[in-house]
């Protein structure tokens, strides 16, 4: 025996539960973008899953038993926003996996230049095209995209860098003994 529903709840329960759901995705999708190519952070990705547990599960298990499917509505919401911190983190692991491979290569290309060279390049540019086609960025993002790049006068061991966390978080990659650090 299929269940009925009254038809002015089956007509307008659905479009607006729908609706509500379209925009919810739109605010986690903007959130995303905003954490995980502008940021770079998951300073907003934490935020949201406090926001979440504090206060959008406890107001969908608040009307629980009274409205079944405003409890369902915003169980669904509060799913989708985790699932946004959820995938922002995942996101921002997976740039500084890239970027830590993509250093590792330009530290390469650098002991390749010294073996040649006698030195190492005073810039990462003196790479392109014999040791590298070009030099990569380290993450695609919009603000710390790019690696940095010290060689000291004295001579001692170049330093290759880009920004783990941004602002600060940087993360070194030792090319001479194959090692990572952190500054900040």
Not at 2 to 16: D, G, I, K, R, V
Not at 68 to 84: C, D, Q, S, V
């Amino acid at each position: 025996m299929a269940l009925e529903m009254h038809p002015a709840t089956a007509n307008t329960s659905t479009p607006f539960r729908w609706s509500a759901l379209i925009k919810t995705a739109c605010v986690a999708v903007a959130l995303f973008v905003l954490d995980a190519f502008v940021l770079n952070q998951g300073f907003v990705a934490f935020c949201l899953i406090l926001v979440t547990v504090f206060v959008f599960l406890p107001r969908a298990l608040w009307v629980r038993r009274r409205d079944r499917r405003l409890y369902e509505l915003r169980l669904a919401k509060a799913g989708i926003y985790l699932m946004t911190a959820i995938a922002v983190f995942g996101s921002n692991a997976l740039q500084n996996r890239i970027a830590d491979r993509r250093a590792i290569l330009i530290g390469n290309a650098c002991l390749a230049f010294h073996l040649k060279h006698q030195r190492y390049p005073l810039r990462l540019d003196e790479l392109v095209p014999e040791f590298l086609p070009s030099v990569p960025i380290a993450k695609y993002t919009i603000g710390a995209d790019h690696f940095s790049y010290f060689n000291p006068l004295s001579g001692g061991e170049p330093m290759l860098y880009y920004e783990a966390l941004p602002p600060f978080g940087r993360r070194f990659y030792h090319m001479e003994t194959g090692s990572w650090g952190y500054l900040d």
